[in-house]
């Protein structure tokens, strides 16, 4: 009898002690949970906020910028800006060497020869990505290549509110806030999508405003070409 007793009270207590681990684990769940939802609510809050008090420090910024300009060798400084890009830990995206022809003729040189002559103009087309906080160092350093700028444009997008409404879209479809006349497994698959677009969203800005776009455009003086070729018009005649 005595044994059955101790065995009893045995299975009791390690009743008793699993019951309190699980009430422990859900607990700590549960407060995982609040933490988490205070989280996001802190910082859509702290992004009111921040937006609220008007200044520029606290706004999420997008800088890019556009520069034409004229150079003495395009490729010698292609190849120097690859390496400040390089330098500031950035990374070349777009490149395009083109030559233009501007004028072209054609001077008879004798019964089966002629000259040729091209004038053209060496075009290439660059698009670099720089660290924001390199993006006002590179910029300037290219610019002094220059010989002749002839335009410049900088942009600054403020994104901040668009970042805040994919953080509400994010918050809403977290806390499970249903919109009327929808069913529940429609519903759900919709506030999904609207989430994960709103993910992909912010995390594109953040890329963008992570790294800055500059894009490129410089020629250099025309140049000419002169090259004797066969008089196709008289060789005709003779055959």
């Known amino acids: 009898m005595m044994k059955h007793c101790i065995i ?6 390690m009743f008793n002690a699993c019951k309190e681990a699980g009430g422990k684990n859900a607990a700590a769940e549960s407060g995982t949970a609040s933490i988490e939802n205070a989280a996001a609510a802190d910082s859509v809050e702290t992004q009111i906020a921040a937006l609220s008090d008007g200044k520029p420090a606290n706004r999420k910024f997008i800088r890019t910028a556009e520069v034409n300009f004229r150079v003495n060798d395009v490729q010698q400084v292609a190849a120097r800006i690859e390496g400040m890009v390089h ?6 995206v777009y490149q395009h060497l083109s030559n233009q022809v501007n004028q072209q003729s054609v001077t ?8 040729e002559t091209i004038q053209y103009t060496v075009l290439n087309e660059i698009t670099v990505r720089v660290p924001a906080a390199n993006f006002d160092t ?14 410049q444009v900088i942009q600054s997008d403020d994104v901040s509110f668009q970042v805040l409404s994919n953080h509400m879209t994010i918050r809403r479809v977290a806390s ?12 759900s698959g919709y506030q999904q999508e609207e989430a994960d677009r709103a993910k992909a969203d912010n995390l594109s800005l953040a890329d963008r405003m992570k790294y800055s776009d500059i894009r490129l455009k410089f020629t250099q003086r025309p140049m000419v070409k002169h090259q004797v070729i066969a008089n196709d018009n008289n060789t005709q005649k003779y055959q």
Do not use: C, H, M
């Open 87 to 92: 330098s500031a830990s950035g990374f070349l």
């Open 138 to 151: 590179v910029l300037r350093q290219i610019t002094q290549l220059a010989e002749f700028l002839n335009d």
């Open 108 to 115: 008879a040189l004798s019964r089966d020869s002629s000259l």
């Open 176 to 187: 499970g806030t249903k919109k009327p006349g929808r069913g529940s497994g429609e519903l």
């Open 8 to 13: 009893v009270a045995a299975v009791l207590w």
